[in-house]
Every structure is written in C-alpha cells, then in structure tokens.
C-alpha cells in the first residue's frame, strides 16, 4: 500500500510534465503504470516476507548506486538542456546568477532579468544558500549538492525500513516532475528539499531542548525559509512544535528567531524598492477576482499545519504537516489559475500544478518515514 501511495504521488505531480512532452496518451500511462506496478510488487514483497521473512536488500551499494545515478544525470542532462537542442531551458538558475553576482558586486539583486525575460524570484536566503556555489563557477551544482545530502541523509534516517534506497529512487531519478526541475538547473525542488531538511533537523533538536541549539536551529530554517513565500509555514510548525513539546514561551521563542532571522534577509531588499522587490511578482500570477486567496489559503494552511502539530511530531507527521500546509496554498491557486486560463488546452490546464512539486515532494516524504508493516521472521 505505501509503496503503491508513493508511486501515485510521483505520477499525480509528473502529470504536468508528461502533458508537456508526451501529450495526453503518456500522461494516462504515466497515471496507469505505476499504480497496478505498485500493486503488483508490494503484493509480491508481502507474499515473500509472510513466506521467508524476506526483506528486499539495502545497503551501500545502494546508496553508491544512487548517488552516482543522480550525479552522472545531472552531468550528462543539465548541459544538454543548456545547449538550447531541446527548448530554451529554465532560466531559474540563470535568475539566481543575476542575483548573486549583483549582490557580491554590491548591486540591488532584484533589478535584473533573464534571457527569457523573466524577473528574479528566490528570496535573500536562496540567494545566500546558492552563492558558494555560483562562486565555484556554476549555481545549479547545488542540485547536485542538496540532493545527495538530502538523500542520504533521509536513507540513514530510515536504515530499519525495507527498500529504502529503491523509494528514493523512485522520488528521485524516477520521478519526471522532480527530474525536469533538478536537470535543468531549477531551484524550485531544492528549494523544498532544504527547507525539509532544516525543518526536521530544527524538530528533531527541540526535541533534545538544548537552548542554544534550538535557537540555531531555528535560525538556519529562517535562512532557508526566505527562499520562497509558500515555506512560511515551515515557521508554523516549528513553533507550534516547541509550543507542546517545551511550552509557550519556546514555542513562540523559536517562531519568533526563524521569523526574524528571515525577515532580517528579506526586509533591507524590500524596504530598498518596494516596486522592485520581485519575488512579490508571484501574488501576481492569480487572475483578477481572486486576491482573497493571497489571505485565505496561507491563514487556512497556518491553521492546519499547527492543528496536525498537536500531537508528537514523528517524521511522517511532519512531512505530512509540511504537505498539507504548502499544498493548501498552491494546489488551489493553481486550479484558479488552470480554471480562468485553461480552455480546451490540456497543457494549459496542468502546468499551472507544476507549483505543487514541493507538496508531492513532502507528501512522498511523508509516506516513506511512515512506519512499516513487519513481519513475523521465522
């Protein structure tokens, strides 16, 4: 079932991709493949371990085996995607470049634009996450970066559970939606990725409640917060986590360092230029009728977040916290958004749902570190 949930998540948040490159036919496949795929082998892994107690193998070869994939398909793909033979690219990486160089040379980092005439939309704190590597030469190595730490971090994390490092391969190399971005040099999937990280690194350092590690940690989530908007939420959690686990005072005392921290980041650019301040452009991207939601939905995914934060975060119920509340903000605007401008153009329709990436991203998260059924050995 786990296994089946998962693959689900990967084709409901690749769709949008798969409508892009393979038209409708792909995209039905895409759906219909990897449910009855799943079906079919966790049908056949519960038969072998009621049978033999057999566990599907993990180790480290796994892991190399992984790490090297991931590595060797940004290698190979990303200068591919660069070259211009397949489309023109994201510019993402190119928008943190700008920034980044602008800020070293001591320039307003919002002022520029892309080659596709985009703005630049990452916050202060992706900017600050992304300049070690931009002054190494190349911004988008981060993916690289980010993703294996990330990854195997959450492998030794789950080193009890069966098949860990076939899951994150599915997440990963097996997952269209996250590849696109990852490949291209986009920041959207690392974006979540880090601030999951810092997020359950955070919880799990309450969790210990030593004083001064707490405030650090709380601190490097503000940093990675300020990235994007949307993770505001983040913030939520971690305070509404301190609340129950060490009090009122913690809890708003751990809100309040990681809200600072990231206002800190983000207020000197914003209070600069206002007009020119262009990650605020995202507001922007809902049609006219519909600027409630900018209110509603981040008050609505604060309100969930911190209800589901009631009971001891285990990491399935983080990511699942984590899931909920950036989904509720972008899963909804992004239907507003394919209902006013979709028509009869399926692609039309989907791409705005290539927003949800970092929810499908949580919510995998969420079904891997979710306890696993075991079995009786002989």
Request: charge should be positive; aromatic fraction near 8%.
């Amino acid at each position: 079932m786990r296994l089946t949930l998962l693959l689900g998540l990967v084709a409901a948040g690749s769709l949008p991709i798969m409508v892009k490159y393979g038209g409708a036919a792909l995209a039905l496949a895409f759906l219909a493949v990897p449910a009855a795929a799943g079906v079919g082998i966790a049908a056949g892994v519960d038969i072998a371990a009621a049978r033999r107690g057999a566990w599907l193998p993990a180790g480290r070869w796994q892991a190399a085996a992984l790490a090297v994939g991931l590595a060797a398909a940004f290698a190979v793909l990303y200068p591919l995607a660069q070259s211009g033979l397949f489309g023109p690219g994201s510019d993402r990486d190119e928008a943190l470049s700008i920034a980044i160089q602008a800020l070293l040379d001591g320039r307003f980092p919002y002022g520029g634009r892309t080659y596709r005439g985009g703005p630049v939309t990452p916050l202060p704190g992706a900017l600050l996450i992304g300049m070690p590597f931009h002054m190494l030469g190349a911004v988008a190595v981060q993916n690289v970066a980010v993703t294996l730490a990330v990854v195997l971090a959450l492998g030794r994390a789950l080193r009890d559970q069966p098949a860990r490092w076939l899951l994150l391969g599915v997440v990963t190399l097996g997952n269209p939606g996250f590849m696109q971005d990852y490949v291209t040099g986009g920041d959207y999937a690392i974006n979540a990725l880090y601030v999951g990280a810092a997020l359950w690194g955070a919880v799990r350092v309450v969790d210990g409640g030593v004083p001064w590690r707490m405030a650090a940690a709380a601190a490097l989530l503000g940093v990675a917060v300020c990235s994007r908007p949307v993770y505001a939420v983040a913030v939520v959690i971690l305070s509404a986590h301190g609340w129950h686990r060490r009090g009122p005072a913690a809890g708003l005392g751990l809100g309040a360092v990681a809200a600072g921290v990231a206002a800190a980041l983000a207020l000197p650019f914003y209070l600069h230029d206002p007009a020119g301040f262009s990650p605020l452009h995202v507001t922007g991207k809902l049609p006219p009728g519909a600027w409630p939601l900018e209110v509603v939905l981040p008050v609505l995914a604060a309100a969930v977040a911190a209800t589901l934060c009631r009971r001891p975060l285990t990491p399935a119920r983080l990511f699942t916290a984590l899931a909920a509340g950036v989904g509720i903000m972008l899963v909804p605007a992004a239907a507003v958004i394919a209902w006013q401008w979709g028509g009869a153009n399926l692609q039309a329709w989907t791409r705005p749902f290539t927003y949800a990436l970092p929810a499908v991203l949580y919510g995998c998260a969420a079904v891997m570190t979710m306890r696993p059924r075991r079995c009786a050995r002989p």
